[in-house]
Nanobody, 120 residues
Framework: QVQLEESGGGLVQAGGSLRLSCAAS????????????MGWFRQAPGKERESVAV????????YYSDSVKGRFTISRDNAQSTVYLQMNSLKPEDTAVYYC?????????WGQGTQVTVSS
């Protein structure tokens, strides 16, 4: 079992930046944070949840959706069991609830998410 808590969202003007954090609590026997590939996902109003960024076990391998490539950076601190999403040059279309999860995501691991609103 993995519990995830996102934070860091807010209201920002277009072109601004935010840094999201996701703190993980691992309750699976024999598993630690650094044994999970992690991802950030987002869901905008009226749309399906989509993958935004993924990071490998040691943080070296990363993947970004085309819509955020070059603007967002995913990172992780395995000692702190935390994954981050640095979001720069934000656009109104980035407005969504942002979630973290393992990758591929497990339905019972979704947290409450953190709202990001970008005004034009």
């Amino acid at each position: 079992q993995v519990q995830l808590e996102e934070s860091g969202g807010g209201l920002v003007q277009a072109g601004g930046s935010l840094r999201l954090s996701c703190a993980a609590s691992i309750r699976s026997f024999g598993r630690t944070f650094n044994t999970y590939v992690m991802g950030w996902f987002r869901q905008a109003p009226g749309k399906e949840r989509e993958s935004v960024a993924v990071i490998g076990l040691n943080g070296r391998a990363t993947y970004y959706s085309d819509s955020v490539k070059g603007r967002f950076t995913i990172s992780r601190d395995n000692a702190q069991s935390t994954v981050y999403l640095q979001m720069n040059s934000l656009k109104p279309e980035d407005t969504a609830v942002y979630y973290c999860n393992i990758n591929p995501p497990r339905a019972n691991y979704w947290g409450q998410g953190t709202q990001v609103t970008v005004s034009s």
